[in-house]
């Protein structure tokens, strides 16, 4: 268990550092930049803020200053936001983003779990061929779709919600139903094709034939196991949900760390580029590694090894 740990933690470290490499050497090749773009600024002061920010170094000592930052978690001041530390405008906009994300995960797990089971104990039925229908069309339509709809419907003609921003206490309704149908659908699916599966085994037969009751088999035996590929998928979905999703967030208007990465990537903030990117690779390494632990509770077959 410590040699899984210790590998798992090595392995992640090797991962952020590689997401600041890349992240940084695509940054190098946009051209422009937040210092350089700037209009109505004198030579003197373009090499005083270069200077300022290590811009006038080689990129080799620019890239040991990012593996600086982040190994010694003292992070540099945004480019674009200035005297802010990419640190605090992160602890800004998480929140908003965590507060939509993880009602939105709640959200799918409540719709596409019982859906996908629905669908998985009931085949080729009228219950699976609309649980199927509905968990296409959620995969198949797009957030830029879904969004405006719900803004349009819930926001505009109701009037339960507000249709955009950041204001009331209930402002993440709306988001969060538009991510969360979405990501439903793929549980849904997820769940009724490994639920098949796994009840067709021959550990399901065996526990049937010694009496034990459907709904034993199902949710004691059989559930178990077939959640081992929704788990695998919520790792991955529980980091994108947690750090916004940037189209809804734009469509919404609201203030979490997605529109802060458009913000970053339109004005060439490469230093909060790198932030949130190193923020959303630290919690999709962190989530993995809480998939593994749930995954050798689950299935004792599997064992944590480095």
Not at 159 to 166: E, I, K, L, P, V
């Amino acid at each position: 268990m410590i040699r899984f740990i210790v590998s798992r933690f090595v392995q992640g470290i090797i991962v952020i550092f590689a997401v600041i490499t890349i992240t940084f050497a695509l940054s190098q090749m946009v051209p422009g930049g937040a210092i350089r773009t700037e209009r109505n600024i004198t030579a003197e002061a373009r090499k005083a803020q270069e200077e300022y920010y290590g811009l006038n170094k080689p990129w080799y000592v620019q890239l040991a200053l990012q593996f600086k930052h982040y190994a010694t978690l003292d992070l540099p001041e945004s480019y674009h936001y200035k005297g802010r530390g990419v640190d605090e405008i992160i602890a800004s906009g998480f929140p908003v983003s965590a507060a939509v994300g993880g009602a939105a995960l709640l959200i799918a797990l409540a719709v596409g779990v019982p859906l996908g089971a629905l669908a998985a104990l009931r085949p080729n039925t009228i219950e699976d061929r609309t649980s199927t229908l509905a968990a296409t069309l959620g995969i198949c339509t797009p957030s830029m779709v879904l969004g405006p709809l719900i803004a349009m419907l819930f926001g505009l003609q109701l009037r339960w919600f507000n249709a955009s921003g950041w204001f009331d206490s209930s402002d993440w309704v709306l988001p969060a139903l538009t991510l969360g149908i979405i990501y439903s659908a793929y549980i849904a699916r997820l769940t009724r094709g490994s639920l098949r599966e796994t009840l067709a085994q021959e550990f399901v037969r065996t526990a049937r034939a010694k009496g034990a009751s459907e709904s034993s088999v199902v949710f004691f035996h059989a559930m178990k196991l077939a959640s081992l590929p929704v788990l695998n998928f919520l790792g991955p979905a529980a980091a994108g949900l947690l750090t916004g999703s940037f189209i809804v967030e734009t469509v919404f208007q609201l203030p979490g760390l997605g529109q802060f990465f458009i913000a970053a990537a339109t004005n060439g903030d490469h230093q909060l580029t790198i932030a949130i990117s190193v923020f959303y690779a630290a919690l999709i390494v962190t989530f993995n590694f809480i998939v593994d632990i749930l995954q050798a509770m689950l299935n004792p077959r599997i064992r944590l090894q480095a």
